[in-house]
Structure formats: C-alpha cells, structure tokens
C-alpha cells in the first residue's frame, strides 16, 4: 500500500494506492472517490459488540468501512470532514492514543478499541475516552487546523488545552483537569486542560473546533435582530 498526503495543511487529502488484495480501514464519510475495482464493506467492528460499544462510548462511529482493491490494483482518496491537516503515524507492535474524531484510516493489522481515560480525567469533568491504536501498520489522524507534535523527555511535562489535543504515545502518562476555580475558568475562556508527561510525544491541533463553531454562531442574526432584512 502507497500514500500519498495532498493539499496540505489547510485541506489535507489522503490518496492510497492499493495493491490487488490490499485493504485499508477508513471512518464512515471520509471516502471522497475510488476506482472500480475498490469494494467497499461496512462493518460493525473489528473486534465484535464489545469493541463496537466501546468505541460509540469513545465518541467515535459504530461503523467502520473497509476498501479493498478486488481482481487489480486501485486506489482512494480519504479526507476530514472539516479543515485540516493529516498526520502519518507507523506503529511498530505499540499503542497510540487518539481523541475523539482524530481517527481517519489505518491499515488493517491495526487493532481499534476503546479506553476509559480513567477516574481522574472523568471527574474533572472531561469525560476522555480515547481510542487506542494498537500493534503495527500505518495510521492516519486528522485535526482541524495544523499539527504540531510535541516530544517529551522522562519526566517532562506538558499542558495542552483539551479541545485541542489530537493524540499522544502509550509511554506518555496524562491526566485531566480544570483551570483554576469556577471564577478563573469563567473569565480566562479556559476549562479543561491534559497535562501529559514524557517520555514519548504529544500531538495537538492549532485550531479548536468547539471555539470556531461558537466564533461562527455569535456572529449570525438572531431572531431578535429586527434590523436584519432580506431583500430579493
């Protein structure tokens, strides 16, 4: 199997040359085309009913899509379903953990479960449940906006913003927490943040989608804006 990343970092496009035979695993929607000789199964999961409960708790889809090139080689295009950049990721017999909506595809030795991001995490509010990619093959994540990684050394900490954070390695320990008290999470704009600690790396997305959709809806008419008229 050969990828290929286009038209990054704003609108990233994953294009994946299969071999006759090949299979890759893609979350529902993000097939943009393929060529004929692509079939596509839909399955509940890769690991049976437990697994697919596990992952609608983590946020992520019941379903996933499976294409392979049948009878010759084929290809795909893959893209997020919003703005962003795509992020290549080799796993080699490891685990790593993605947040919720980061998954776009993986190659098909790749075993995809979900974790309880553990009683701390869901006490401070931020209910993470996030997915882990396990064993060795290829994966591919999304994030709205661009990447940036973050390595850490042993020991080493870092603060990352919860909406912001696309993923991390299974050596780097984390937690969650709030910001301060009620009245300083109010009046900075922040809430919960991860606090990850090495050693291994650390990925996050330079835009917050939750804060862009707000931005957008505090700048549409509302009912009662009774200056706002529409003229044909």
Do not use: C
């Not at 992952?55 to 009878?71: I, K, P, Q, V, Y």
């Amino acid at each position: 199997m050969e990828t290929e990343i286009t038209h990054r970092p704003s609108y990233a496009h994953l294009v994946v040359s299969l071999e006759t035979g090949e299979t890759v695993l893609a979350e529902p929607g993000a097939m943009v085309s393929h060529t004929p000789s692509v079939s596509i199964e839909t399955s509940s999961s890769r690991d049976g009913l437990l697994s697919s409960a596990k992952s609608m708790l983590g946020g992520e889809s019941l379903f996933a899509n499976e294409f392979t090139a049948e009878g010759e080689p084929g290809t795909i295009t893959l893209a997020p379903p919003k703005p962003g950049d795509i992020r290549e990721y080799d796993l080699n017999d490891e685990t790593l953990y993605a947040v919720d909506g980061a998954f776009l595809a993986a190659e098909p030795p790749v075993d995809i479960d979900s974790e309880f991001g553990g009683l701390k995490s869901m006490l401070a509010g931020a209910s993470i449940t996030p997915l882990a990619l396990t064993g060795s093959g290829r994966v591919f994540l999304e994030a709205f906006g661009g990447i940036e990684a973050v390595t850490l050394d042993h020991g080493e900490s870092y603060i990352i913003d919860n909406e912001n954070v696309v993923a991390w390695e299974g050596t780097v320990d984390f937690d969650a927490r709030r910001v301060g008290d009620l009245k300083s999470t109010l009046l900075s704009g922040e809430g919960i943040v991860m606090e990850f600690t090495g050693p291994g790396s650390v990925w996050y997305q330079t835009r917050g989608l939750d804060s862009f959709v707000d931005t957008i809806a505090s700048a549409l008419p509302t009912g009662d804006d009774n200056d706002a008229t529409i003229e044909f």
